[in-house]
């Protein structure tokens, strides 16, 4: 078991008379590059080599009082904490941690309330340097964060506001997804988005793509993109006088439950119905069928969220957040599964 220690039993005063220095040389060889102070090699070896064998870590709240900077991002979000964040490895949070972690900069998770000010408060309090804004900057959110200059980055989302924003292309993801079902010899490919929970701005760029590749396979008079809820939906795909022989589902969670409806009424996966969807998310791999998905790139988008907001850290505007940036990341990938398969009616 690692023992922990109190932090800083070693200070900075120990290390200069170590190196026989005094404590503003250490501070400049810890807290400076080379070249912006006049000191011998040698000397700067000593300090170095007392950091080391006495095992002092700078205290970081000096450090971050010093410097003006919390070294730490806010990331916020409304209700839960976003499917697109957590997704193992390839979720948003595996593109931005490993940039800001090798920037020396910390992470705090911020759930925003319209019912609660702790947000507001952490954020008055410049505990962050600035902020990451996931799918969606409400009007609110944003006068607190324009209010208090701090550079702001959304990821997976638009905005009127002038703020930088790292998002997926959608049309032409779903332009694959629906190309790939049309390559196995479907033409009644139904597109489906329960509108009453998901009102992301990315349903009506995917309805475009859907839509795109049918008509560019003459199929214009097939399309049909349903917005009922869940289980009207499925009513009415069962009671259909044409059921589609492939649907296009716009959330992978929904799909899931696609499946299992299907399942209940008898509808073979992809026998009688092919299904697809968007997000290589679990569980997609662990249903069964396993789900046809589209990857989509948050790593990249992540990382680039990160790269801006450093950015605007060290580079302040005097108002930092009415920059506009505007990046779509093309490189998803269709990973084909069992619940799509050649048309058989």
């Not at 005063?13 to 040698?42: C, F, H, I, W």
């Not at 952490?122 to 900057?137: E, F, G, K, P």
């Amino acid at each position: 078991m690692t023992t922990l220690t109190t932090p800083n039993q070693v200070t900075l005063a120990d290390v200069a008379a170590k190196s026989g220095v005094s404590t503003s040389s250490v501070s400049k060889v810890l807290n400076l590059p080379a070249e912006s102070y006049r000191m011998s090699d040698q000397t700067r070896q000593r300090i170095l080599d007392a950091v080391a064998e006495l095992g002092y870590r700078p205290n970081f709240r000096a450090r971050s009082l010093a410097k003006g900077k919390s070294h730490t991002i806010g990331v916020l979000f409304e209700g839960s904490l976003p499917t697109n964040l957590r997704d193992g490895e390839h979720g948003l949070m595996g593109g931005f941690e490993p940039v800001l972690r090798q920037a020396e900069y910390q992470i705090i998770y911020v759930p925003v309330r319209r019912d609660s000010d702790d947000w507001i408060q952490l954020l008055s309090d410049r505990r962050v340097d600035a902020c990451m804004v996931v799918n969606q900057l409400v009007d609110y959110v944003w006068d607190v964060l324009e209010q208090l200059k701090l550079p702001t980055v959304l990821i997976n989302g638009v905005s009127d506001h002038a703020v930088s924003t790292c998002n997926v292309e959608n049309v032409g993801m779903a332009k694959t997804l629906t190309e790939h079902l049309l390559s196995l010899g479907h033409q009644r490919i139904w597109m489906y988005t329960n509108i009453h929970v998901h009102k992301h701005y990315s349903v009506a760029e995917r309805e475009s793509g859907y839509m795109q590749a049918m008509s560019e396979a003459g199929l214009a008079k097939q399309i049909k993109s349903s917005h009922l809820e869940f289980d009207a939906f499925v009513a009415e795909l069962v009671h259909a006088e044409q059921r589609p022989t492939a649907v296009v589902v716009y959330q992978h969670l929904e799909a899931v439950r696609l499946l299992q409806a299907f399942w209940r009424v008898g509808i073979k996966v992809p026998e009688d119905i092919s299904v697809a969807t968007f997000n290589n998310a679990y569980p997609v791999e662990h249903v069964i069928p396993p789900l046809t998905t589209m990857r989509l790139p948050n790593e990249q988008i992540g990382s680039q969220a990160a790269r801006t907001l450093l950015e605007m850290i060290d580079h302040p505007t005097t108002d930092a957040t009415t920059t506009q940036d505007i990046s779509r990341f093309d490189d998803w990938e269709l990973i084909v599964r069992e619940s799509t398969g050649p048309v058989t009616k």
